[in-house]
């Protein structure tokens, strides 16, 4: 990306990035500053459903900055909005090598509803599914670019173990999200 307008940008600046055509995409941003000045801009990354970082250098007339930026994989997600028994359907799709769980033991003063989601909600962009179960909380998202569905499933055993199960089709992404969900809750 290069000025249009040379002479009245005295410091050009440009977005060189380092990938292929299949990884992360980045928006358009203004690519000028005048001498002195600072400016905020907001760069929009589409990390096209990939855990892998985005690198990319940012060039001036006279220098260049490598830059790396590393999604958390629950940042990948949008929330999902459905029923219970939308949830069961989706889920009974997503099962053998879609599916990743693990039992963890919780605090016993937060296997409620709420420590459970605020937990949920620190580790993963997911909406709350409607649950008619005390013991079983349930979570839904999308994959922000492909719109993979992602199902969570959190339920409560006896002395305070918590069985979390993740459905995806998006191999890569389930167990790495598993891994943080362990760590989150099993802190709750």
């Known amino acids: 990306m290069t000025s249009p307008f040379p002479s009245l940008c005295p410091l050009p600046l440009s977005l060189t990035p380092l990938?292929?055509?299949?990884?992360?995409?980045?928006?358009?941003?203004?690519?000028?500053?005048?001498?002195e000045a600072s400016v905020t801009v907001s760069l929009g990354?589409?990390?096209?459903?990939?855990?892998?970082?985005?690198?990319?250098?940012?060039?001036?007339?006279e220098d260049q900055f490598s830059v790396?930026?590393?999604?958390a994989v629950g940042e990948l997600f949008l929330p999902a909005t459905?029923?219970?028994q939308?949830?069961?359907?989706?889920?009974?799709?997503?099962?053998?090598m879609n599916e990743s769980s693990a039992t963890?033991?919780?605090a016993a003063e937060n296997t409620t509803r709420q420590p459970i989601s605020r937990q949920v909600a620190t580790v993963a962009n997911l909406g709350v599914v409607p649950s008619g179960q005390d013991n079983i909380h349930r979570f839904a998202g999308k994959t922000a670019s492909?719109?993979?569905?992602?199902?969570?499933?959190?339920?409560?055993?006896?002395?305070?173990?918590?069985?979390?199960?993740?459905?995806?089709?998006?191999?890569?992404?389930g167990p790495m999200l598993l891994r943080d969900l362990k760590r989150a809750l099993a802190r709750a």
């Open 146 to 173: 492909s719109g993979a569905l992602v199902l969570v499933t959190v339920e409560l055993r006896e002395l305070s173990a918590a069985l979390i199960t993740i459905n995806t089709e998006k191999s890569v992404m």
């Open 104 to 106: 963890i033991t919780m």
């Open 68 to 71: 790396s930026i590393q999604p």
């Open 82 to 84: 459905m029923t219970e």
């Open 19 to 35: 990938f292929s055509s299949s990884s992360p995409s980045f928006s358009p941003f203004s690519e000028c500053l005048l001498p």
């Open 45 to 61: 990354v589409d990390f096209n459903d990939s855990t892998q970082a985005a690198n990319f250098q940012l060039c001036t007339k």
């Open 86 to 96: 939308d949830f069961r359907k989706e889920q009974g799709k997503l099962l053998g």
